[in-house]
C-alpha cells in the first residue's frame, strides 16, 4: 500500500516534470513575443543610459573589488591569534574607515545625481576626493557646483579632481 508522503511525492514530481517539458518545448518566438510585449518605451531609455554609464559600472566595480580585498585582509588579521589587541584595534579601525568612505561615496553620488542630474563616480583616498561625471556639457561652472556640492559635506577643506567623459 501507497502511504500519503509517498502519493504526495509522486504527484509533485510528475507536475514538475510535466512544467519541465512544456517549459523546454515551448517555441522560442512565443518567448520573444512575451519578451517584447515587456518592453515599452521607458525601458529604452533606461539602457541607453546603462549602456552610457557602463564606464562609471566598471570603475565602481574595480574598486569594490580592491576594497574587497583589503577588507577580506583586516578581517583575517582581527581573526589571527599571532597579532597583539592594538594590531587588531588598528586593523579594526582601518576597517571601519573603509566602510565610513564606501558610505559617504554612495551618499555624494546621489547627492549629485539629485542636485545636477548627473551619472557620477566618485573615490574618496583620505582627503583626496575625485569625481568623475558622465555629461555631454564640460562646463567650468558645472564642475565649480560640484566642487561645492561635495564641500558642503565636509568641515575641512578636500582636494576634490572633477573630470567629464562624454556620454
Known sequence: MINKQTLWFLTLFSLILV???YYITMPNDLLEK???????KDSEAV???VQEESSLVAMRVSLEE???EAIDVLKEQLMDDKLTSEEKNNAYEELKYLNEIQGKEEKLEKKLKKEQNLACFIKIN???ISVICVSDKHDVNLANKIMRSIQQEYK???NIT???QKK
Request: proline letters at 0%; glycine letters at 4%; a negative charge.
Open 156 to 158: 575641512e577643506r578636500q
Open 126 to 128: 583620505n582627503k583626496d
Open 19 to 21: 512544467l519541465g517539458v
Open 47 to 49: 539602457l541607453e543610459e
Open 162 to 164: 572633477v573630470k567629464f
Open 34 to 40: 512575451v519578451k517584447i510585449d515587456l518592453v515599452d
Open 66 to 68: 580592491e576594497r574587497q
